[in-house]
Each structure stands twice: as structure tokens, then as C-alpha cells.
């Protein structure tokens, strides 16, 4: 059992940044899993926009991004960043970080996942 926990949404201008934290916790010892980043429009399907193989894997992105949003991990705290530059109102939405073993191919896939974030709301103003 996976127990993940977001932080940092918040408020910002249209290009502007923030950083968005995730923590996958456990009673037993977990590696090699992936973590991932969704963010979800009210009314609209959730979308995968980064994910990453904990253990020195290298990141997955959603295409849409355009380079703006960069997937990082500590590791040790079984944490991940997900830096977003350059935001703009179109990425207002709620952002949810999941965890789980699945497929390098389905990384991206939020039905693949089982343990799932409360979400953290990020608003971009024009």
C-alpha cells in the first residue's frame, strides 16, 4: 500500500512558476516504482502530463507541454518536483501526483494507477 501526498499549488500569474512536491510513502520497502503527475479540468478527462520510474529513471512528458514543466526525484524522501515555468491560464487545473508499478508504455495512463494524491489546485490569472 502506497500512501502519496502533494503540496505546492497555489496562485500565479500567467508566466510565472511553481513547484509542485510529491511523497510516496509505505510500511514496507518500495522501489523502482512510478510516480506521476495528472491534472484534471472540472467537466474534462484527467491528463497524464509527466511521470518518472523512481530509482534514476528518466521522465516521461506529455507532448502538450512544450518543454515548460521539468520531472525531478529525491530518491532518498521518495519524492518527486514537478517545476512548472512559464504557466498560463490554460494550465489551470487540479493537479494530482499518483504511484504505482505499472508499464513504462502505460506511464502516462491515469487508469493504470491505484494510489492517488488528494490533489493541489493551481490557478493561473491572465
Known amino acids: 500500500q502506497l500512501v502519496v501526498v502533494e503540496s505546492g499549488g497555489g496562485s500565479v500569474q500567467a508566466g510565472g512558476s511553481l513547484r509542485l512536491s510529491c511523497t510516496a510513502s509505505s510500511s514496507v520497502s518500495i522501489d523502482q516504482y512510478y510516480m506521476a503527475w495528472f491534472r484534471q479540468v472540472e467537466g474534462k478527462d484527467r491528463e497524464g502530463i509527466a511521470a518518472?520510474?523512481?530509482?534514476?529513471?528518466?521522465?516521461d512528458y506529455a507532448d502538450s507541454l512544450n518543454g515548460r514543466f521539468t520531472l525531478s526525484e529525491d530518491s532518498d524522501k521518495n519524492t518527486v518536483f514537478l517545476q512548472m515555468n512559464c504557466l498560463n491560464p490554460e494550465d489551470t487545473a487540479m493537479y494530482y501526483c499518483?504511484?504505482?508499478?505499472?508499464?513504462?508504455?502505460?506511464?502516462?495512463?491515469?487508469?493504470?494507477?491505484?494510489?492517488w494524491g488528494q490533489g493541489t489546485q493551481v490557478t493561473v490569472s491572465s
Open positions: 518518472i520510474r523512481t530509482g534514476g529513471g528518466s521522465p
Open positions: 499518483a504511484a504505482g508499478w505499472v508499464l513504462s508504455t502505460h506511464s502516462l495512463l491515469p487508469d493504470v494507477y491505484n494510489h
